[in-house]
């Protein structure tokens, strides 16, 4: 018996496989290997039972991809949320550029969304200066950003109606809140929520897969939590190209004094006016550097 579903998790050469109201156990066949092809969560997928009551079965096919994500590893994701603590632990603001840098490589619409906004206001619910400062570097360039509490819901009406609709793959370093946030989304999942570690303020990885949840009563919405990360790799590969994924450089690329412009030395530089402007967020340029560093260094090896 053949059957069409869809892969909702991955785990250890193994692939789940929701088709036909039940969850099959399955291994791809060898011709996905011969061929160079990796399932994905979130693949639309063939299947050949082998026993229907241990529910088994073969991957025979793979049906073409919507979207395909490298990093997180998913296919036919509409957008990423991804998920930024503001504070315990303290934000990277580099790691998140980063992330940003390599959805914009990947032509994937992200949303900016930080966490544990309630430890940055005060008594009366206002944000304190750090919070704004930090929401507006991410709204200025042109990011939607939303402030979220798991703790007072804060938030989580505009990201049940940002993801509406829509499958959204949910990334972000451990300990910033993402399993909280799927038991707030769907209640009875149950998600395992880790501490943080006091000593090195760090969150303890809990989610060791990649896995898609449905949201109840909203139709077609999917959430897919995935591990939390420490590092990110760049996915670009010539440090010329950085520039092409910064939003806020956008239009101002073409307008500096020099063809090409790296945006680093140059005279007449259009972005390091804005910049002196107040335009463009200083710390995010000074990302910008250091990805345009990393990348010159790693090229020359």
Known sequence: MDLTGRIIKGIGGFYYV???GALYETRARGLFRKQGVTPLVGDT????VIDDEEKTAFLTDIQERSSELIRPAVANVDQALVIFA???????????DRFLINMERQEMETIVVLSKVDLLEDED??????????CDIYRSAGYQVIELSNKTGQGLEDIRSAIEGKCTVLSGPSGVGK??????????????????SKKLRKGKNTTRHT????????????????P??????????DESDVKLYMREFEGLNETCRFTGCSHMAEPGCSVKEKVDEGKISRGRYESYIDMFSEVKSRRKW
Request: hydrophobic share 40%.
């Open 18 to 20: 929701d088709a036909a």
């Open 45 to 48: 997928v063939k299947i050949e």
């Open 86 to 96: 503001c504070a315990h632990p303290v934000p990277s603001t580099g790691l998140l």
């Open 125 to 134: 619910g206002n944000s304190l200066p750090e919070l704004t400062a930090l």
């Open 179 to 196: 399993s909280s946030l799927i038991n707030s989304l769907v209640p009875g999942f149950n998600a395992q929520t880790g501490d943080i």
């Open 211 to 226: 896995e898609i949840i449905s949201v109840p009563g909203v139709l077609d919405t999917y959430v897919i939590d995935t």
């Open 228 to 237: 939390g990360y420490s590092s990110i790799e760049l996915m670009v590969e």
